[in-house]
């Protein structure tokens, strides 16, 4: 007999867009930045930007994918979703679990979210935007404030309700949303310009064997010069001794 009250443990079923692979692919450089007393260094980095997006008469998608070379991450970091629901005309920025990006404070917060902006604004501005509840898991009160200010200079209102413990973020509508970053930190490398950067490395490396082959072998060169001007001041040291002993023993006779 079935127990017709019993909780229903059926999972929902998977979104079709759930485990799409990335189509296009650039390259991301990270600008070097002065070291933080908390984060460490940042140096000179890259990364890749991998995207897919995909439409249909009721939804469209676009996902955002940050890869770091030489490092596997969850499937939750470094991924930004940007979800347009044509049925009640709003946009939603995902996933539920936040936006949490490795490396932090290089700029990569503002630049995925001004690539989701930029996208949806130029097919659905009138849109309006469906805000939520953000994670109170700020490493630390800085970090709470960067996250804040990113979002509000993208054009995001963020409130702290006095009956909620988390902030909430929202917007009128795309079109109020700013869909630029800080190109300096974050800069997209086209295919020709990276070649360009490693033909332009490669030359300065050859240039510095070059430079490295030069000083050593201006350094042997002083080595063998040294080594001859020693033996010319052992062989005066000896003659001049030489010298004084016969002056001696002649003076003795």
């Not at 990364?47 to 997006?53: G, I, K, W």
Request: with cysteine.
């Amino acid at each position: 007999m079935t127990d017709t009250n019993a909780p229903d443990t059926t999972p929902l079923p998977q979104h079709p867009w759930a485990d799409l692979v990335p189509e296009r692919f650039h390259l991301l450089r990270l600008a070097p930045l002065p070291t933080e007393r908390d984060g460490g260094p940042r140096p000179l980095r890259f990364v890749e930007l991998a995207r897919v997006e995909r439409h249909s008469a009721d939804q469209s998608l676009l996902r955002l994918h940050i890869n770091l070379p030489g490092q596997v991450l969850s499937r939750k970091r470094n991924v930004l979703e940007v979800w347009a629901d044509h049925r009640s005309k709003e946009l939603r920025f995902g996933p539920d679990s936040g936006l949490n990006l490795e490396p932090v404070n290089r700029g990569l917060g503002r630049f995925l979210l001004a690539q989701g902006i930029a996208w949806a604004q130029k097919r659905w501005s009138h849109y309006l935007v469906e805000g939520g509840s953000l994670a109170n898991d700020s490493a630390s009160e800085d970090a709470r404030l960067r996250r804040d200010h990113c979002l509000r200079t993208q054009g995001f209102d963020v409130d702290y309700p006095q009956t909620s413990p988390k902030a909430t973020y929202g917007a009128p509508r795309v079109s109020a949303l700013r869909g630029d970053w800080n190109a300096e930190k974050v800069q997209i490398i086209e295919l020709l310009d990276a070649a360009a950067m490693l033909e332009q490395a490669d030359r300065n490396l050859q240039e510095q064997d070059t430079h490295i082959r030069q000083m050593q072998e201006r350094m042997s060169r002083l080595r063998r010069e040294d080594g001859a001007l020693r033996f010319t001041i052992v062989c005066l040291i000896v003659f001049a001794l030489f010298q004084a002993g016969l002056l001696i023993w002649m003076a003795t006779r």
